[in-house]
T-cell receptor
């Protein structure tokens, strides 16, 4: 069973700052990494995913992968109060029956106006 | 296109009672999943179904059974509810393109007294 670790937070940043969220994983062979955002009382929604071939940027979001240290980070530039949510890191796990996710516990982000 | 739907939204049970959580998706996805989410523990996989007619245990299957009724529907049954099963339950589905197409339903909040 793969393990995915995250600092539970809360991480507080002022509006307009860069929020940096980190995730570490146990399986050195993991190839892809997913970030979900979950607002309080709502279901998780996919923000972005990254494969082992480098960083990925999507608007204000950037996912960065450091395979040597086995961690993946999510940077949110120009943070807005609407970014306040819990961010879940997920790593796919595959067995004979198919593919499913192992999720980290999530980091709660609070963006202060 | 409703995506992934779940019923009921909220349920209160007494210890020992049984109930079935319903999930349906209209995206023609092959794979479906049941997760539970507890504070500080993230999402944990209960059962999943890689295709119609197949099911497999996830990380925390004890106390639950599932049925993949057809391609659209995947139900989760608690035969004898226990207070430890108080949680938020999410159903999800993903397509043949891969797990990056996983979408979640709105969740069912279950309280077992």
């Amino acid at each position: 069973q793969k393990e995915v670790e995250q600092n539970s937070g809360p991480l507080s940043v002022p509006e307009g700052a860069i929020a940096s969220l980190n995730c570490t994983y146990s399986d050195r062979g993991s190839q892809s990494f997913f970030w979900y955002r979950q607002y309080s009382g709502k279901s998780p929604e996919l923000i972005m995913f990254i494969y082992s071939n480098g960083d990925k940027e999507d608007g204000r979001f950037t996912a960065q992968l450091n395979k040597a240290s086995q961690y993946v980070s999510l940077l949110i530039r120009d943070s807005q109060p609407s970014d306040s949510a819990t961010y879940l890191c997920a790593v796919p796990e595959e067995d004979n029956y198919g593919q499913n996710f192992v999720f980290g516990p999530g980091t709660r982000l609070s963006v202060l106006p | 296109n409703a995506g992934v739907t779940q019923t009921p939204k909220f349920q209160v049970l007494k210890t020992g009672q049984s109930m079935t959580l319903q999930c349906a998706q209209d995206m023609n996805h092959n794979s479906m999943y049941w997760y539970r989410q507890d504070p500080g523990m993230g999402l944990r996989l209960i059962y999943y179904s890689a295709s119609e007619g197949t099911t497999d245990k996830g990380e925390v299957p004890n106390g639950y059974n599932v049925s993949r009724l057809n391609k659209r529907e995947f139900s989760l049954r608690l035969e004898s509810a226990a207070p430890s099963q108080t949680s938020v339950y999410f159903c999800a589905s993903s397509g043949t393109e891969g797990i990056e197409t996983q979408y979640f339903g709105p969740g069912t909040r279950l309280l077992v007294l």
